[in-house]
């Protein structure tokens, strides 16, 4: 029987720093999946944005 054939590279995890796993992809456990989470909702990945100065407005 052949060995099967991986997926998806082995990388670090994004969080710790372990090797990741097949199931938990990027994350090395379903801990750092869930912490990876919490500071997806919680804002902490935010991307700033700035505001357009709007382009049809009249001159004051």
Same mark, same amino acid.
């Given at each position: 029987m052949a060995d099967p054939i991986p997926l998806r590279p082995r990388r #670090?995890? #994004?969080? +710790?720093g372990k090797p990741s796993t097949q199931? !938990?992809? #990027?994350? +090395?456990s379903g801990r +750092? *999946? !869930?912490i990876d989470l919490h500071r997806w909702l919680?804002?902490?990945? *935010?991307?700033? *944005?700035t505001v357009?100065?709007?382009?049809d407005q009249p001159p004051a």
């Open positions: #670090p995890c #994004p969080i +710790c199931k !938990q992809h #990027p994350f +090395c +750092c *999946a !869930q919680g804002g902490s990945y *935010a991307i700033p *944005a357009a100065e709007e382009e």
